[in-house]
């Protein structure tokens, strides 16, 4: 499989370039490049001082890192958080500290992930009737009925 190219730009000379620590890992990290306080249910955007330019077909995610959600309770708000193909602003992070004490960000602090994926080319198209299937209309909650041989 051919490796495809994201193209960054630093826009703060105190950027860093988004990258995996360990081979193999799905996930690029982000970095902070300011320092910001949380306070407890307190949420904001961490600017991480890069913008990019993805692959043709591709959105890249924007996702928590698990150490700071088991730790401290710090998570990306809007996860996954979507950069379009064609955005070339500069790559913030919304996070959100559901801890109960203050978090604070550092200048090149890992603060989330950003994982990119193919995007499906897609249309829509209205119509009367849909076809069925044998979940039909059955909506949150509804597989733990009873009416499923699964149930739990």
Do not use: W
Request: hydrophobic share 35%.
């Amino acid at each position: 499989m051919a490796t495809l190219l994201v193209k960054v730009k630093k826009l703060n000379e105190e950027a860093i370039v988004p990258c995996r620590a360990h081979e193999g890992d799905a996930g690029l990290d982000l970095f902070s490049c300011e320092e910001k306080k949380l306070e407890p249910g307190e949420s904001g955007m961490i600017k991480t001082g890069i913008a990019i330019q993805l692959p043709a077909g591709t959105e890249a995610q924007v996702r928590p890192r698990s150490g700071l959600a088991y730790k401290k309770q710090v998570t990306v708000l809007n996860t996954p958080g979507t950069i379009d193909e064609g955005y070339r602003g500069e790559v913030g992070v919304i996070m959100i500290n559901h801890g109960r004490s203050a978090f604070e960000i550092h200048k090149g602090m890992k603060i989330a992930q950003m994982i990119v994926k193919p995007v499906l080319n897609v249309d829509t198209e209205e119509v009367a009737e849909l076809s069925d299937t044998s979940r039909g209309e059955g909506g949150f909650g509804s597989t733990g009925t009873g009416k499923n041989k699964h149930e739990m």
